[in-house]
């Protein structure tokens, strides 16, 4: 294959860039703060899912004491009707007796009322503690994904100039180098996915190190300074 000693060391230097880059979109990808920021962000998700059901259970338990209080309220009014009834009926002995017995009745209703306040109170402070407890996981969780995602940002900012600094070079040198030796680069190093020429060393490819046999190393001589290898395709320089 034809090409110049120049466009060859220019190539050179582009795969030295592209392997960097390839180290560096590695490293980007890599960052531990990208897991951080879905961990950080399914645990948010996690809390907030579980605070959504405590608030629901809170407020039914709020509907339910202000059932009980409402229930209670009109019993208070109930009470006094009736103790006033009971006190206006003194002498009647049928009256005052069934009064009695209907004051007993809300009373003993008042008491379990009041059992159910008491239980409802408790349950009800229950899932204050928790939504507490969950606002302020929240907020830790809220810190540690803004920690993960600054971190992300300026390191992540950082390796992806890098990338760019090292894409403008290999392109500036590209520019340099005869078009269909760049075509010919491209498909190798595509192909490869990293090393896409090498020097022919002896009788082996400098990349792949299979040994080409003598005829085939014969035929790929007579094609200095550039050919390629039989059996792993890249470009060999053969000096």
Known sequence: MEAKRDD??????????????????KEFDELPQREQI?????????????????ATLKKEIERKIARVGDED??????????QAALDAAKGDYRNVEARSKELAGIMKRRET??????RLTEELSKAEVVLGQAERALSDVAA????????????????????????ARRDAILAE?????????EKAANRTGGVAIAYLQDNRCGACRSLIESGRLIELRSQAPLGTCPHCKRLLIIE
Do not use: C, W
């Not at 309220?73 to 009470?79: D, E, H, I, P």
């Open 8 to 25: 060859l060391t220019r190539l050179l230097q582009v795969q030295d860039i592209d392997l960097e880059i390839l180290h560096q979109k």
């Open 38 to 54: 879905v961990s950080a962000r399914q645990r948010k998700e996690a809390i907030e899912e579980k605070r959504a059901k405590v």
């Open 73 to 82: 309220a009109s019993l208070v009014k109930k009470q006094q009707g009736v």
């Open 113 to 118: 009322l009041e059992g159910d306040m008491n």
């Open 144 to 167: 540690q994904e803004e920690e993960a995602v600054s971190s992300f940002q300026q390191i992540g900012g950082k390796l992806k100039k890098e990338m760019a600094d090292s894409q």
């Open 177 to 185: 180098v005869d078009p269909a030796l760049v075509r010919a680069y």
